[in-house]
């Protein structure tokens, strides 16, 4: 790879030339080259980006800092999406060299610098295969049309989240892949509007496939470069009939990406895919495990100022995504079946700029203080409660185990309700822990009790019993839907034996007490050095939905995909008070595919 350094999303501003060579007044000035600023002069608003390409700057330039790193990329596995995106008539098409009329060498697109650089450079090495396919396609009044397909011109089937029917040619060579571009050109639709006398009326998707078979493994990725249609106001495109009903479609198109991006750079747990018919298409591409660049078009005119604007905000959005990419799903595969042939190799880890940032799980609470609430009064003092000044320091966390590594592959629906059973379980787990530690005020106690000496005890019965009902009540949510199915009572589930007998867990403090102090079930505080409890929740069964309304409620519950496979608690005493104490919880799961049949 020529440059090592590629940036995961990066954004580029490109300037048109003034076309009106009368023209001298601007609304941009570029206040700082590095790092690249832009003013816009009528609001005193800047702008930062990646890079800013003024209006002398060549398509050469353009292509060598934008896609140019990217194809390397694409050569090794990672999918890439190049997209061009502005007001109408800012040099989108030119950017991106999808236009059917002909241009000198200087003027050379994107796309054909693209395949240039595809073919004249050697792929893989000797052993390896190597297969190059093209598709050209766009997306005009929300229908898609296959722009390889000279004679069909009637839409393809969209069904769910895929196109069906466009052609995926392969191509040996520069010249077989430059001539379907241009077949694809010519077929684009376009017209004159008063801002462009040849405006793309539609957003054209130029996708190169990559696939290459290794000895040992296979990459399949792809690399879109996409040529969106301009946003338009109609009072400046004067458009009118269908021309006016195509821009109604375009904007549409083009809200819906800005929506796709806000969400993305937000981390929402929802990506609006399926608003418009552009972004269901670029769905695998836009999203967080691609490497994007974004070429934001726009030219100095102050007339179109607001314009400028939006398509700078548009761009600031594309900035704020914090991209992890990932190599294709063919070397995914075999990495996961053969992990020791990858610990050397340099597949998979991404020698790029921005660091990947580490993986931190959501529920980690440190120094978490604990609510001051008087919670189960089953637990034994049922009158008026003073938590102890030391019991406000103590700390409680919850940490994840390996198996956790898991929850990276499951959907951000399923994520969400796993935090939010963890907080959950997170918060009774405190409770129990309080009523159990809690100590009663003298005044509280009875005179037989005060004459007792006044040392705070940890029952372990207590904390059994409360843990036992809290693991108890889980399961029997967890279990809800086959118990209905076997239409028993919990207790008569099969599986209810077994976890009663993995509750009667064994604890080290406890077992050493019973032995030397014939002592049973309680310890001072001041005993506790380590104290580990755990207990399992083994795999239940998961009843098949047999009905459409069932496979419905079986997706809301996300236990049915993700049961908790154990919990684990345990308090460590540091020093001699609670003061010093760490309470965690640690948890796993497993996705029910990988699940065992019980
Ligand atoms: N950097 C540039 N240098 C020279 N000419 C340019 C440049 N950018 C754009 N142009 C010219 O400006 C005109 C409009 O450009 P283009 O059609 O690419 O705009 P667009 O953003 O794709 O518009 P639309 O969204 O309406 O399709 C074309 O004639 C194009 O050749």
Avoid at 37 to 50: F, K
Avoid at 175 to 201: C, D, F, P, V, Y
Avoid at 235 to 263: D, H, P, Y
Avoid at 436 to 452: A, C, G, Q
Wanted: hydrophobic share 30%; proline share 5%; charged share 25%.
């Amino acid at each position: 790879m020529e440059d090592k350094s590629v940036d995961f999303v990066n954004v580029s501003l490109r300037i048109r030339p003034t076309l009106n060579q009368d023209r001298t007044s601007s609304c941009l000035q570029v206040i700082s080259k590095q790092p690249p600023i832009l003013l816009v002069l009528d609001r005193s608003q800047t702008y930062h980006l990646d890079k800013i390409f003024t209006e002398e700057v060549d398509q050469q330039t353009v292509y060598n800092e934008t896609v140019k790193p990217l194809v390397e990329c694409v050569k090794k596995g990672y999918n890439s999406t190049v997209f061009a995106y502005g007001q109408t008539g800012t040099g989108k098409t030119y950017t991106m060299g999808t236009s059917s009329h002909l241009e000198s060498d200087e003027d050379l697109g994107l796309v054909p610098r693209t395949l240039d650089q595809f073919f004249e450079s050697h792929l893989g090495d000797d052993n390896s295969e190597i297969d190059i396919l093209i598709s050209f396609i766009e997306i005009y009044n929300e229908k898609v049309f296959d722009l390889l397909q000279e004679s069909n011109k009637s839409p393809l089937i969209v069904k769910g989240f895929k196109v069906h029917g466009f052609k995926q040619v392969n191509v040996f060579n520069c010249h077989e892949a430059k001539h379907l571009l241009k077949i694809g050109n010519k077929n684009r639709h376009t017209t004159g509007t008063k801002q462009n006398a040849n405006s793309s009326r539609s957003h054209a998707i130029f996708t190169i496939y990559c696939n290459i078979k290794y000895r040992d493994r296979e990459t399949c990725s792809k690399l879109n470069l996409v040529d969106l249609a301009g946003c338009e106001s109609v009072r400046k495109t004067g458009n009118q009939g269908s021309t006016f009903q195509e821009g109604v479609n375009i904007n549409k198109g083009l809200l819906c990406i800005g929506q796709v991006m806000t969400a993305l750079s937000t981390n929402a747990s929802y990506i609006p895919y399926r608003q418009s018919i552009i972004t269901l298409m670029l769905q695998d591409s836009l999203n967080t495990k691609n490497f994007i660049s974004l070429i934001a078009c726009v030219n100095s005119n102050p007339e179109d100022c607001n314009e400028t604007v939006q398509t700078l905000e548009f761009a600031q959005r594309v900035k704020k995504m914090r991209n992890k990419p990932e190599v294709s799903e063919a070397v995914s595969q075999y990495k996961k079946d053969n992990p020791s042939l990858f610990q050397s190799s340099k597949l998979g880890s991404t020698p790029f700029k921005r660091p990947a940032p580490a993986y931190q799980t959501p529920y980690t609470v440190k120094k978490n203080k604990l609510p001051l609430k008087v919670i189960n009064e089953s637990v034994g003092y049922n009158t008026a409660i003073e938590r102890p000044e030391s019991l406000s320091s103590l700390n409680i966390s919850s940490a994840l185990s390996m198996a956790d590594i898991t929850q990276q592959n499951l959907s951000p629906i399923i994520k969400k309700h796993i935090n939010a059973m963890e907080s959950n379980l997170m918060n009774k787990l405190e409770s129990i822990i309080i009523n159990t530690l809690k100590i009663p005020t003298r005044s509280s106690l009875s005179k037989e009790d005060k004459n007792k000496e006044n040392t705070p005890k940890l029952s372990w019965n207590n904390i059994q019993n409360e843990v036992s009902k809290l693991v108890r009540q889980e399961i029997v949510q967890l279990t809800a839907k086959a118990t209905r199915a076997a239409s028993s009572p919990i207790e008569d589930h099969p599986h209810f034996t077994k976890i009663k007998r993995i509750l009667k867990y064994d604890s080290p403090v406890l077992n050493e007490r019973q032995e030397n102090n014939k002592v049973q079930n309680t310890c001072t505080p001041s005993e506790i050095s380590s104290i580990d409890v755990e207990f399992k929740i083994p795999d239940l069964p998961i009843s098949k939905p047999k009905s459409r309304k069932a496979k419905r409620t079986s997706f809301i519950s996300p236990i049915n995909f993700v049961p908790r496979k154990s919990l684990r608690l345990s308090l460590k005493k540091r020093n001699s008070s609670f003061e010093d104490s760490d309470i965690s919880l640690e948890s796993s799961y497993i996705q029910s595919k990988k699940r065992p049949k019980t």
